[in-house]
């Protein structure tokens, strides 16, 4: 991915060594346990038995990982897990190992994108390394909060815009597994249907049954960073860091993200590290602004524990922005709000994914209760930053620019329109105005008051 050819060579050799010594059976054998309990465990999962992997972006991305290798604290240690074409493997990288350690290789396939999947991997990582504090970082694709796309509604004529030209199914909420039998470079389940995905609530609900509790989630995919999702994830993280936007394939620049993000005290560190690459400012050069490859990026960490007073911030405020309409509902101009996704039948009409201080700009909120948002805001969102412009799509040209840092806040959130309902029928995910009520985000910021 970032011209490691050579490097990349070295590791997909000694990944052949490590599965030509390893045993047949579905379990290897287990890891020596640590003598003590080690400081902090990541598990970097990759979901990617879909485009991504077809892609071999999940090779560039283990490359960057070994090489950080010897960055690792010396009492922590990092799990890189893998699913792509062959059945899930797991590593184990620590800095006095000359090469990644197989853990464990599953002789059988399994979705990752499931909740049994995260489940079993997030339980074999609490119960062989005790530590005081696990994270996870997830790369695949991703739709946030979205429900599953409706498998009459897809269009094998559409285009996704994550893919730039490849004629995929939609994707929502994280993780896509195609299966066996499954069309990895398209994205395709069996026969063309869609491919095993898994809802947010069903991956807060294996992340609660593994029996881990998170210092922070790193979504390493597109649209995760809004405030459904991280409102559903408040119970099992301190912190969520992800981006609003439709993300690059390329993803973070592991080894810098290793070396400085992944065991800083702060979490903000693994946002700033993922941004810097974006920025040029890396150990190694992202692709400048007038460069056919640039995408740029928003990115942005969120503290859980503050989620609660920003869900009453914005209880309080609604209603004074109420513009009732004859069916009851209130509706808003949205033409000034800050956009990180196009509404349009090439992204299978996924919902704009405004963000949240944007739009309650743009919604009317007058500047008392802005300053009262934006210190709620200010609370939950500990660290946000972007490019001065970012890919919006759908075509090549699409770009959004970003405006002064008092404006947005990079996370973004739901408004329910009226052409979410009457482009219901076109939309993969149905009527979103209804699915947006299935949030618990929905009930907890008093939306249910507006006639939505």
Known sequence: MKHHLLHTLCWLATSLTLITFSACSEEDEPPTPPQEKLGRVVMVYMSMQNSLGNSGHHLNDSTEIAQAMAYIPENDRLLLFI??????????????LKAPKLVKRWTKDFSTASKEGLQEVLTLMRTQYAANEYALVVGSHATGWLPKPAETAVSSNRRETEGRGHATLPKRTIGVDVGDDGNMRYDKGPNGTVPDQMEIADFASAINAAGVYLRYILFDACLMQ???TAYALRQVTDYIIASPISISAEGAYYTDLVRYGLYNASPDMVAITYLSYYKGQGSIPYYSENENKFYGTVISSIRTE??????????????????TTDNGTTTWNMDEALNYHDYNAYNYYRPHFYDL???????????????????????????????KKFWIGPSYFDFQTMPEAAEYCGVAAFIPQQIYTDNAANSAYGDLNIAFRKTEWYRAAGWDATGW
């Open 83 to 96: 699913d792509d074409a062959q059945p899930p493997r797991m590593y184990e990288l620590e800095r006095n």
């Open 226 to 228: 809004n405030v459904e």
């Open 306 to 323: 503050a989620l609660p007073q920003l869900a009453s911030t914005v209880r309080n405020i609604l209603p004074s922005l109420a513009n």
């Open 357 to 387: 201080y944007s739009a309650f700009e743009a919604m009317g909120a007058d500047k008392a209760q802005l300053k009262e948002l934006r210190g709620a805001i200010d609370q939950a969102v500990t660290f946000y930053g972007a490019n």
